[in-house]
């Protein structure tokens, strides 16, 4: 089948692409577009790292193929970060150690930023559910909670919140 | 039929490094024309927080801000040779070989402040925050930022430092076996309790709570980051994951990613720890390694505390509701025979005599590299 060009909005950006049918929109923001920080952990919708947001929603690129995507707003890692610092939930991660390696970061914290758009205070049993098909192999998923939690609270403002983050150990390396 | 709960203890003494033909790691140092410390390697950090580790003692061996350090480990190919990060060793021997190429780094940032300060280098030091002073005349200093573009543009110097650490090979006593193979070793215990579902066969773990000897630990944050990262994981072999669930057989592999079962969020267990420090006579500032060791003990105390909740003994991994199930029938069927028999996964001859083992007791879990 012949390629077509495909566009859509690409964090705040119209983007048009020429793909072959199938093309995947992870195939697409990775090699065409070079947005990696959207990850690509198994190609298969089996680990998450590569969840981005269409319409808001969480999905994984992996399993989308672009034309899907047509005429909608897709937003990666990029899309979010701001070009000084970080974005809130960003910070929340790095506040809670709630990363190693760092491949599924991209994916949690673009799931993070759907779960909180749609429920801005979720309880741990929320988060939890919310995670379930993101895969992360080094931090044993609680520091990744706590994050969730921790991030939540900066955005409400609900001090009591942070109860269950680790200590402020900004002072060290 | 019922849900059964039990405790289980293990113990793991884990070597630091390994006996491979001497097993080095070397470093090298240079300042950039602004200040700052590249700190040039071949180990690579695989999220356990290497680079950070690294230059947090390069800064404190140097003097300087970590701030001011850049961790290079770019290439392999070009970079001084590392065995690798493995065997929980990085901390512990790339560490010894950063600390020394700092300290002669630091003598040749000396010597060139010397120059510049016009004071012996003995009466020199630096104050951590990007100052070399003269001792007890605080109005004579330098930045370290001044003395490092002087001495490329106006000494003609080299402000840079080599450090390599090697343990030596161990030859093994043939008749015995013996042979001193690691740097140092360290030291855990877990405690976990589980829930033992005898109907469905399924395992859930409550809790892991371990305590921790790893020498003095140069980030505390990162520490505790391997010792829960490892329990989950340690968790994960216990009771979920194997590439090879009926080997030799091979039916029923998984064939890819989707297909390999792993827990997630929702099997998460309470995971607590408390770290003890007790420096090692070896290491950089006394450090030891925690990184593998966190993912061992783990296991054999899950395994041990299915054993003390329904008094089966199992010796193969991962203990699947299958074998859990298959373990209590043949337990039923052999109800009058002894205390206890063994899960389904075992064919061996001894097995039947480690069933009646106290249930509590300490196993160890041997540090498998
Ligand atoms: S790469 Fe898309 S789910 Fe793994
Ligand atoms: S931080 Fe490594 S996979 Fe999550």
Redesign the interface.
Known sequence: MASRIVSFELCGREVEVLVKPMTTLQFVLRNQLGYTGTKEGCRQGGCGSCTVLVDGEPMMSCLLPVEDVAGRRVTTIEGITPVEGLAPIQQAFVDTNAFQCGYCTPGMVMLTTALLDHNPAPSREEAVEALGGNVCRCTGYAPIIDAIEAASASATGDATRDAGVMPDRSGER | MAKLRGTGIAAVNYPTGMNLGGDPSQALIHATTSGSFVVTLSSSD????LR?VI??IA?ETLGVA?DEIVIDTADTDTGPHCMGTFASRATHRVGNAVKAAALETRGALLEVAALELGAPVDRLELDGFGNVLVAGEPARCARVADVASKAQFQYGRTISGRGAYMKPKSPVDPETGAMDPDSTEAHACTVAEVEVDTETGQVAVLSIRSAYEVGRQV????V??QI??????GMSHALYETTEPYYPNPDHKPK???E?V?P???E?PE?DCVVLEVPSSTGPYGVKGVGEMTANSPIPAIVNAIYHACGVRFDDLPVTAEKILRGLESKRSAEGAGPGVTGSGSNRPDAASNAGSDASGTADAAGGR
């Open positions: 695989l999220g356990q927080g950070t230059g947090q800064a970590a980030n505390p944050a990162l505790r980051g829960v990262g490892g329990a989950f994981m890819d990613f989707s390999y792993m997630g969020p929702a998460l995971i």
